[in-house]
């Protein structure tokens, strides 16, 4: 989709596809400005629900000729929730579709093996756009650099604390932003991780994935606060999490002791950003100490499933791997 000129070049369909909202939205809004500048989309625009619509309508609604203005722009959301017969019916019309209608289909998730992404792909090369969310360690920077365009800066620590108290939700993140804009767009000072403690509220849920790594680091600290916010005994959901976390780092531990410095996703599979800290975590401890961990959480688990505080229990074992002795 190409904004730059004047007069653009749209595609007659696009896929937009993703969980992140509002980079979902911000390419809308974008398609729509594109449109806009081909004619008046007042009369030319039509938006469905895919989980009510029928294929029917949808193509009817692209085959109707745009009223004054060189393009009509056919919306449908929730295109992943459409039944089988009705995205075959939008299959069928891609073979073929007409050149006076932008169709935009916006799905959260849509398999890259259906027929309805291979349709709207054989469209162009630019027809599919990537909306999926970032990973957790590239949303604080990503935040960061969301402020200034609220009017604000903010430090690293303020955006680390806000995808805390806020969770992963693009669209929610811009929100506090706004918000956070009302009270000090134009300060010279960034905002701090202590005003967003005084500004946002708590909203999100904890995800395990960060206990599991504050125990990596052996922050203790982290480990005791994080605990609670995980849910009603969330021992025994960290209990597989945390033994393949060590039996990770005794991996990471053993390959850098040998000397062979093999990447760990080349061992174990799976992206490289997964285990970007684990050499360093693994050194954080020895190798006794880790398979030690290891030997205790079974005994750990024995204990729990016996009739011990469950709570208790997985806590003293955070205790002794975390705040034990360091190499």
């Not at 000129?5 to 993703?18: D, E, M, N, R």
């Not at 499933?305 to 074992?317: C, L, N």
Request: some cysteine.
């Amino acid at each position: 989709m190409d904004t730059s000129s004047k007069q653009p070049t749209l595609l007659p369909a696009y896929l937009i596809v993703g969980e992140d909202l509002l980079k979902q939205r911000r390419v809308v809004e974008r398609l729509r400005s594109s449109a806009a500048k081909l004619g008046d989309l007042e009369f030319n625009h039509d938006r469905f629900d895919g989980q009510s619509v029928t294929g029917a309508d949808v193509v009817a609604a692209c085959n109707t000729l745009p009223f004054m203005s060189d393009v009509r722009l056919v919306e449908v959301v929730q295109t992943d929730k459409m039944r089988k017969e009705d995205s075959e019916a939008l299959v069928e019309y891609l073979a073929c579709p007409s050149p006076s209608t932008v169709l935009a289909l916006i799905a959260e998730k849509l398999a890259k093996n259906t027929r309805l992404y291979k349709a709207v792909a054989a469209v162009g090369k630019t027809a599919v756009i990537d909306c999926a969310p970032m990973k957790s360690y590239e949303l604080a920077r990503a935040v960061r650099s969301m402020a200034p365009a609220h009017g604000f800066t903010m430090t690293a620590a303020a955006a680390d604390k806000l995808v805390e108290f806020v969770g992963a939700d693009t669209v929610r993140i811009d929100s506090e932003l706004k918000k956070i804009a009302l009270s000090c767009a134009g300060a010279a000072a960034p905002v701090t991780d202590r005003d967003i403690e005084s500004m946002v509220a708590r909203t999100s849920e904890l995800a395990p994935w960060s206990f599991v790594d504050a125990l990596a680091r052996r922050d203790l600290a982290a480990c005791v606060n994080m605990y609670p916010r995980l849910g009603r005994n969330p021992g025994y959901g960290l209990l597989a999490l945390c033994a393949t976390r060590v039996r990770e780092l005794i991996l990471a531990k053993t390959i850098e002791q040998r000397g062979d410095f093999v990447p760990l996703e080349r061992v174990l599979g799976g992206p490289s950003w997964r285990y970007k800290n684990h050499v360093s975590d693994a050194r954080r401890f020895s190798l006794a100490e880790l398979e030690g961990a290891l030997v205790l959480l079974r005994d750990t688990e024995r204990l729990m499933k016996s009739g011990a505080d469950p709570d208790r229990a997985f806590m003293d074992w955070v205790v002794a791997v975390a705040g034990g002795r360091r190499p």
